[in-house]
């Protein structure tokens, strides 16, 4: 017998996908079924598998502690292997996990990320924990900062994270094409490697931006609806990580999509039909909750949404000339 077809939405068609951080990684998808379970193994096989590829480390580690119970199980865990690094790691994110969501204090949480640091020197995901737990782009947030970079140059969701708590900086204070934000990500960017990712950094920076500029009334919180993607800086930004994506687009990378989130969200609200229809197509059903959220809405709505009329209106625009 055939399953029934998913309930429609509001507007009568079916609702958007929901957001999974594990993204398209299947194994990651698997272990974490196994941790829901009780099932430790599956979970110490994949991240010894992970090695050092900090990257995708840093992903699995994150979305294995965002179930409700990693922090009980990874404890449970550790005591079983005291000096066990992955179980240390589990519990460290898991903490900052329930510390981000008001349910314990993030006393131990940066405990426990401490005690997973010292246990694997090189691993500049701990330090991803601390960050975690940074609500401003301060001084310590920025010492943090450095410490993951001086494990891994290019660490692809600290460079994020401190996109976002900078973005937040004088939000009281409206639009400024110089923020702070903006140059910290030109410079990330250039600092790294030709075919590196963080070439999309220019792009996260100015929805992040948008993102506090709505939130305090400074622009539509429709964000197609203002000119945020359309003026100054921003076609320039826009045609210059869309022309990344078409030459060095690395779809191995454990974070792909979140960057091709953030790509198709902007081209999307800036008017580019045909690139965005691109992306979609690479995206297929793997939505994440930024920047589709922001402002405040829900992001597998707000991407259908966006999808649809990119597939059935986009048609090739030439981009603005710049200047």
Known sequence: MPLPPPPLGPDGQCPGPAPDPALDDDRLVAARAALAQGRRQPVRALLARTGDDWDRRAHRVAVLAREPYAAAWADDWLLAEPDCPDAAVLLALARVRRA?????????????????????????TPWLGLLQLERTGGPRAVRI???????HRDHHHAHHLMVARLAERRADRGPDPLHEVYEFA???AEQ??????LAILPVVAHAERYRVLAAHGF?????AACGHWRDGRAPDVLKAAFDWWLEWEHDDHPRHLVDLNFLAHATVCGGRGAEAAALFRRIGRHVTRQPWSYPDRDPGEAFRAARAAALRTGRCVPWPRAG
């Open 100 to 124: 981000l969501r008001g349910k314990e204090d993030p006393a131990p949480a940066r405990a426990a990320c401490r005690t997973a640091a010292e246990l694997a020197p090189a691993d500049p």
């Open 145 to 151: 900062f450095e410490e993951i970079r001086a494990r």
């Open 186 to 188: 030109a410079w990330a």
């Open 192 to 197: 790294a490697p030709a075919d590196s990712p």
């Open 219 to 223: 622009v539509p919180a429709d964000p």
